[in-house]
């Protein structure tokens, strides 16, 4: 048994199957095969036990998991610390954002960060799934939700709160929001919810209540719901990021300012997966990213 078949026992055991972790590894799948029947040959024990969809490990191959991922980190933590010798902060990270905060907040800091680590290589993402960090396609997420997956390590960055808006002059000529029960009858502009009810959660105190929402304009694109606000097309629910500027410089005026209102949940997390090796350039770029949302939600 060496180190590069503990290796491959660990990327695979990650990778969740064999077809997947050939596509991380540009392997065969049919090779990877080989390589792990070898290595449990040598040892003349089970190591995975296989299924159509996945693989999991005996409780000798979690043991070797162990032990092939401590021997797996400290081999990259030597390769990049010798690779970054009399180089800057280097390397590649794929980073995945949700697509309101992320390009109305965090583009202008991301740009920040590229400015000052430049051979850091940023592929950034601006989407809404949360499923995208157990496919392994991206290093670390930044999500809004009530709760974060037990099967990820989160960083609790910010509430979110989102607020009934509507310009000024829509709000003196058409009926705004009295009472919840009012969201479901006015033309309103906000996110969707592809598949499901969209639903708003309402939060008073120690009351808790919902609504069902039937929007007359609803998008993923938070820009282009301001934008329709902005426009006179409705009242839009969103996140109080969306249109804070508006508020200030009174363009806009809310209505049931008293409560706190959420559709995908109240809080921001920092997402990625326990046990993948974090590089000093994904470790920097996650206390930048952290240091920035806290500094920004006082």
């Known amino acids: 048994m060496d180190a590069q078949s503990l290796i491959l026992l660990v990327d695979i055991i990650e990778a969740g199957n064999l077809s997947l972790a050939a596509r991380k590894l540009k392997m065969s799948r049919a090779n990877i095969s080989y390589h792990l029947a070898h290595l449990e040959q ?8 296989r299924t159509t969809r ?13 032990h092939g991922r401590v021997i797996r980190d400290e081999l990259l933590a030597a390769r990049e610390s010798v690779a970054s010798l009399g180089k800057g902060l280097h390397g590649a990270i794929r980073l995945s954002l949700p697509t309101g905060f992320g390009h109305l907040v965090m583009s202008d800091w991301l740009i920040e960060f590229k ?5 850091i290589s940023l592929e950034l993402l601006f989407e809404n799934r949360v499923d995208d960090l157990l496919r392994e396609e991206v290093d670390i997420a930044i999500r809004v939700m009530s709760e974060p997956p037990q099967q990820m ?11 009934l808006c509507a310009t000024s002059e829509y709000a003196a000529s058409n009926r705004m929001p009295t009472a919840l029960e009012d969201i479901a ?16 959660s309402a939060y ?6 919902e609504v069902s929402l039937r929007p007359t304009l609803a998008s993923e694109n938070f820009q282009f719901l301001r934008e329709a606000v902005l426009g006179g097309l409705g009242v839009g629910l969103v996140p109080d990021y969306v249109v804070k500027q508006d508020l200030l410089e009174g363009r806009m005026v809310t209505a049931l300012p008293e409560w706190r209102l959420s559709i995908f949940g ?9 046990g993948r090796y974090q590089t ?4 920097t770029l996650i206390d930048f990213v952290v240091g920035r949302v806290r500094t920004w939600a006082q």
Do not use: C, N, W
């Open 42 to 49: 040598s040892l003349g024990l089970q190591l995975l036990r």
């Open 54 to 66: 996945r693989v999991e490990p005996t409780e000798v191959g979690l043991q070797l998991f162990q």
């Open 115 to 119: 400015r000052t680590y430049p051979d």
């Open 153 to 163: 390590v989160a960083i609790e960055l910010a509430k979110v709160r989102y607020v």
């Open 185 to 200: 009858s006015v033309p309103l502009i906000t996110s969707a919810v592809g598949g499901r009810e969209l639903r708003v």
């Open 204 to 209: 008073l105190g120690d009351e808790r209540r």
């Open 266 to 274: 109240t809080r921001m997390f920092l997402l990625r997966m326990p």
């Open 280 to 283: 000093l350039a994904a470790r």
